[in-house]
């Protein structure tokens, strides 16, 4: 079986291809492969290669700058996904895409179920949710895995960005009134293989275990970063409020995701955030 990642350089289709099961060959296309905001290449380009399945791991992934380049994040998040969904319809292959929790708005205060109302507040969120309505329409057959706060070793997001800065800074605020739940690429990558293998179809969600807001996180790491000797000083992890941390988007305030469902359905074991948290600090020595 010949499976096609789209989003080749991402933290995503990286763990993707690391983790690919015996018995398929999986290749990753990226940017200079296939341009996805040349939306009218995708149908006959993927059309011409033929897989037998395709995962979109490709994205426009930037929270904040989406709110000022919304035309770009419209491109990527809604117009290229219809097209792989047309195209997968018309090969007749399983599609297997990825969402966010982001496409909540955070005012529940148990997990959200897949069925739960969205309602984005800023223009990622709005966009990713528009891709998985685009999905549903033209293609149901399709699965679709929200997830949350994902990272991993070795690529560009909260960790990193974290772990930049307490090399940098004797103190650093991070807000503790966002809470969700910190996601493993690895362990995402090994559901989404699963998700394939079952056939699903639908939304479905999956996060790591556990609940955490960012300031756990960003303790987490520095605690794990510490023990790891990563970090040859102290910094000062202070817990600040999301208005003391003004940024373009606006993100939902509770965005933990229900993922009992799908652990079930793919018989997978749940992993708590913080043991994934400690094998992805401890790659990095
Ligand atoms: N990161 C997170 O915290 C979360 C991510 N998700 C979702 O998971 C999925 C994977 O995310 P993640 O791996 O973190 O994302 P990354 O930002 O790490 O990767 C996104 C990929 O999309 C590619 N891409 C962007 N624009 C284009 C384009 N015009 N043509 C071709 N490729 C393009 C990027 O290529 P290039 O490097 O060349 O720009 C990159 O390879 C996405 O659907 C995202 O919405 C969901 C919840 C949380
Ligand atoms: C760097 C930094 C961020 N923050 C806050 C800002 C924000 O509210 C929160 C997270 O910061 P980031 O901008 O790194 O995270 P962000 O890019 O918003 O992360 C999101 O990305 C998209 C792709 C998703 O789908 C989401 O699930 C989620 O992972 O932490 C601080 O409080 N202090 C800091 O020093
Ligand atoms: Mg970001």
């Not at 080749?8 to 940017?31: D, F, H, K, T």
């Not at 930049?164 to 103190?171: C, G, N, P, S, Y």
């Not at 995701?257 to 018989?267: G, H, P």
Request: some cysteine; charged content about 25%.
């Amino acid at each position: 079986m010949r499976v096609l990642i789209l989003g080749r350089s991402g933290q995503l289709a990286q763990a993707l291809l690391e983790s690919c099961p015996e018995g398929i060959e999986a290749a990753a296309w990226g940017r200079a492969d296939l341009d996805l905001s040349k939306t009218e290449n995708i149908t006959p380009v993927l059309s011409d290669y033929g897989p037998d399945a395709i995962i979109n791991a490709s994205a426009y992934t930037a929270v904040d700058k989406a709110e000022s380049e919304a035309e770009q994040a419209r491109k990527l998040n809604v117009d290229a996904v219809e097209k792989m969904a047309e195209t997968a319809k018309t090969l007749a292959i399983p599609f297997v895409h990825v969402s966010t929790d982001f496409v909540f708005g955070g005012d529940k205060t148990s997990a959200y179920l897949p069925e739960d109302i969205c309602n984005p507040l800023g223009v990622y969120g709005k966009t990713k949710r528009q891709g998985e309505e685009a999905i549903l329409t033209i293609y149901p057959q399709s699965a679709i895995v929200r997830t949350a706060w994902v990272y991993r070793a070795g690529a560009a997001n909260f960790m990193s960005t974290m772990l930049r800065l307490m090399a940098e800074r004797d103190e650093l605020g991070v807000v503790s009134d966002q809470i969700g739940a910190p996601t493993s690429a690895d362990n995402l990558a090994n559901v989404l293989w699963r998700v394939l293998d079952k056939q699903l179809s639908g939304i479905w969600h999956y996060t790591d275990a556990g609940v955490a807001s960012w300031y756990d996180f960003a303790s987490a790491i520095y605690h794990e970063a510490r023990e790891a000797g990563l970090l040859s000083r102290a910094v000062e992890v202070k817990p600040i409020l999301t208005s003391d941390y003004p940024t373009p988007a606006k993100r939902p305030a509770f965005s933990v995701l229900d993922s009992r469902e799908l652990l079930t359905a793919i018989e997978w074991p749940a992993v708590h955030w913080q043991v994934a948290l400690r094998e992805q600090v401890r790659k990095l020595k």
